[in-house]
């Protein structure tokens, strides 16, 4: 099957379910991001893919909380997409983070997802 394009991640209350793809106008489901068909999975919520991994080749959502490493300490930051505008925000000191700076990370590492 044709890689196609990572959509969204699918979540049931606090749990993720599954994710979401498309593949020339057809949309796939896959509970592992493995094996994809066209059975749809039952969700609530679905984040947004933002076009990032981490350090391990991990696909990162809107709503995310990741660390990385900026000169000598260690940060954390929840990334937001609004529209196709994508924000960080440091969790730790309440302020902004530059998302191309996350993106350049080494260190990037997939923490969590905030249900916000």
């Given at each position: 099957?044709?890689?196609?394009?990572?959509?969204?991640?699918?979540?049931?209350?606090?749990?993720?379910?599954?994710?979401?793809?498309?593949?020339?106008?057809?949309?796939?489901?896959?509970?592992?991001?493995?094996?994809?068909?066209?059975?749809?999975?039952?969700?609530?919520?679905?984040?947004?893919?933002?076009?990032?991994?981490?350090?391990?080749?991990?696909?990162?959502?809107?709503?995310?909380?990741?660390?990385?490493?900026?000169?000598?300490?260690?940060?954390?930051?929840?990334?937001?997409?609004?529209?196709?505008?994508?924000?960080?925000?440091?969790?730790?000191?309440?302020?902004?983070?530059?998302?191309?700076?996350?993106?350049?990370?080494?260190?990037?590492?997939?923490?969590g997802f905030?249900?916000?």
């Amino acid at each position: 099957m044709p890689l196609g394009v990572l959509e969204y991640r699918l979540r049931r209350a606090n749990k993720v379910v599954g994710y979401q793809k498309s593949v020339q106008g057809q949309t796939f489901y896959s509970k592992d991001l493995l094996w994809w068909n066209g059975t749809r999975i039952d969700h609530d919520e679905r984040d947004a893919y933002l076009e990032m991994k981490d350090k391990n080749d991990r696909p990162l959502f809107d709503g995310d909380i990741v660390s990385f490493r900026e000169e000598t300490r260690e940060r954390r930051a929840q990334i937001r997409k609004t529209g196709d505008w994508l924000e960080a925000f440091d969790i730790d000191e309440e302020v902004s983070v530059s998302v191309e700076d996350l993106q350049q990370a080494p260190s990037l590492t997939f923490v969590g997802f905030s249900l916000d």
